[in-house]
């Protein structure tokens, strides 16, 4: 592995700005990272503010945690999740991340790879058919056997049980449940092998696998934000292979504290480990009346 490049700030930010300037077509991986740049934290002081409760009563100490929190009733659940599924799926991220990396590609081909649920992208104004959420969808249920390879919308159930639910549980006859089976309904993230691919889920990936073909051996950027080793074979490794099979191709990864790549690709990446934050006030129009950090 190569180490973070140690070249000087201003030269990575001038790189990385050339590149997406001559690029034919820029990949976006996204992962968790891009998210928590844009405020969306799990943790801290953004958890006490939404669950006090919760914390209190269950000991609980994020929201990540919590989702694998054994309720001892589906009112407890629910309450839980519609609360969580809100300020994190329909509610706009506190910084305006999102909005400055589409001011940076929206004049490119682009395409978007993400294994992050909370839809940001497309609150954001990002071209819904230019984006693949392998991993699921907040907005998203399925049954929970399942029964079907379906998927259903959530909003408006989940806006109703966020507001009537008292005492951190939810009336009993808003739980929900499969309108196909009636069986209890469940989250359609991936976290075991019941997660449903809908039909929604296959034409993204085809429209995907489209967009590489048509690049193929061109000017494509590879660009590699806040991804972590959690699930690499998804967006990781795959953007190293495409690299190296592509000369023309370039892989520009911004992590801090995880801005690495594989040697055989070295001349054609950079490594930036810098807060993606600070990377885009530096590139984006958006912030250029403040003083880049």
């Given at each position: 592995m190569t180490p973070v490049s140690t070249a000087a700030y201003s030269d990575q930010i001038e790189r990385l700005r050339q590149t997406l300037e001559q690029a034919d077509a820029v990949v976006i991986g996204a992962g968790a990272g891009l998210s928590s740049a844009a405020g969306l934290t799990y943790s801290g002081a953004r958890f006490e503010k939404y669950f006090r409760d919760f914390a209190d009563k269950y000991g609980m100490g994020d929201m990540y945690s919590c989702g694998f929190y054994p309720f001892a009733t589906l009112p407890e659940y629910w309450a839980w999740w519609s609360r969580h599924i809100l300020i994190n799926r329909y509610e706009r991220a506190p910084e305006p991340v999102y909005d400055?990396?589409?001011?940076?590609?929206?004049?490119?081909?682009?395409?978007?790879?993400?294994?992050?649920?909370?839809?940001?992208?497309?609150?954001?104004?990002?071209?819904?058919?230019?984006?693949?959420?392998?991993?699921?969808?907040?907005?998203?249920?399925?049954?929970?056997?399942?029964?079907?390879?379906?998927?259903?919308?959530?909003?408006?159930?989940?806006?109703?049980?966020?507001?009537e639910q008292r005492e951190m549980k939810i009336p009993t006859d808003l739980v929900p449940r499969c309108p196909v089976c009636g069986r209890s309904i469940a989250m359609n993230l991936r976290m075991d092998d019941r997660f449903v691919q809908d039909e929604g889920w296959y034409r993204a990936q085809d429209r995907y696998r489209r967009f590489l073909q048509q690049y193929e051996g061109r000017r494509v950027l590879f660009l590699e934000l806040g991804v972590g080793m959690n699930t690499p074979g998804i967006i990781k490794y795959p953007f190293w292979q495409m690299t190296a099979k592509n000369p023309n191709a370039v892989y520009i990864c911004i992590n801090s504290g995880a801005a690495v790549y594989p040697d055989e690709i070295r001349r054609q990446s950079l490594g930036i480990h810098k807060d993606i934050k600070k990377i885009f006030h530096r590139l984006s129009r958006r912030f250029s009346h403040t003083s880049a950090p």
């Open positions: 400055c990396l589409l001011e940076l590609v929206e004049d490119k081909n682009y395409f978007v790879l993400t294994t992050n649920v909370d839809h940001q992208f497309q609150l954001a104004g990002f071209d819904r058919e230019r984006l693949f959420y392998t991993q699921g969808d907040y907005g998203l249920w399925q049954c929970s056997e399942p029964c079907c390879q379906k998927t259903f919308g959530n909003e408006e159930a989940v806006r109703q049980m966020a507001a």
